[in-house]
């Protein structure tokens, strides 16, 4: 029962422009989301959270939108940059973190 | 500020040993939770401890496993005579617990078990 959905496992985007992740969670109770970034053989890396009392929270080229009626989330990066080329894990936390499975995005030149 | 510490990073076990997990937190943090990533998934939760409490394992198998998390040193993921399912990444997480930020959860670079 997968309660944290990433429904793309793959994203491919040209060097400057907009990159839009999504996840869905299926339990109105959470009320935390994370967005972590990992490279392979690497642990993940936080990059920005939201509470469910926000609808949006903004990092520098890192924003996360929250729309709670549809239990949505996604993470906008821009610009996107080469070096923004990993594997992108939303999470959602009770206390614990309960993960998406991931989507993998490149950024070409 | 050094980040949270795994050791070792590459584990190589063979079927019946013992394998022992440790983790730093980072400093400050006094919450760890533990996780494992299994070949071609996500990461999912197996224990979420505080100094010499366990507050959570319900991602624990129930056998063979176990994690401790003392009042002084590293916390501990133990896994006794590891069997080849058992192979995957796993990953330690702190946090401080309260105040502005306080949920958020820091990773470590995670110890990769080979079982052969």
């Known amino acids: 029962d997968q309660q944290v959905k990433q429904n793309s496992p793959s994203l491919s985007v040209q060097e400057g422009r907009i990159s839009i992740l999504n996840c869905d969670y299926t339990?109105?109770?959470?009320?935390?989301f994370l967005w972590y970034k990992k490279y392979p053989a690497e642990g993940p890396t936080f990059l920005i959270s939201i509470s469910s009392i926000k609808d949006k929270n903004e990092d520098g080229r890192f924003t996360v939108f929250l729309n709670k009626s549809a239990k949505h989330l996604s993470l906008h990066i821009v610009p996107s940059q080469p070096g923004d080329s990993a594997v992108y894990f939303c999470a959602a936390s009770p206390d614990k973190l309960i993960f998406g499975t991931g989507t993998r995005l490149q950024v070409f030149p | 500020n050094a980040g949270v510490m795994q050791n070792p990073r590459h584990l190589v076990r063979r079927r019946g040993q013992e394998a022992r997990l440790r983790c730093s937190p980072m400093k400050g943090h006094s919450h760890v939770y533990w996780y494992r990533q299994l070949p071609e998934e996500g990461l999912k939760f197996m224990v979420y401890?505080?100094?010499?409490?366990?507050?959570?394992e319900s991602g624990m198998p129930k056998e063979r496993f176990s994690a401790e998390f003392p009042k002084e040193g590293p916390s501990i993921l133990r896994i006794q005579q590891v069997v080849r399912g058992d192979s995957a990444a796993y990953f330690c997480?702190?946090?401080?617990?309260?105040?502005?930020?306080?949920?958020?959860?820091?990773f470590g670079p995670g110890t990769r078990l080979l079982v052969l």
């Open positions: 997480a702190s946090s401080p617990g309260e105040g502005t930020g306080g949920r958020a959860q820091y």
């Open positions: 401890l505080q100094k010499e409490n366990i507050i959570d």
């Open positions: 339990n109105s109770m959470f009320d935390y």
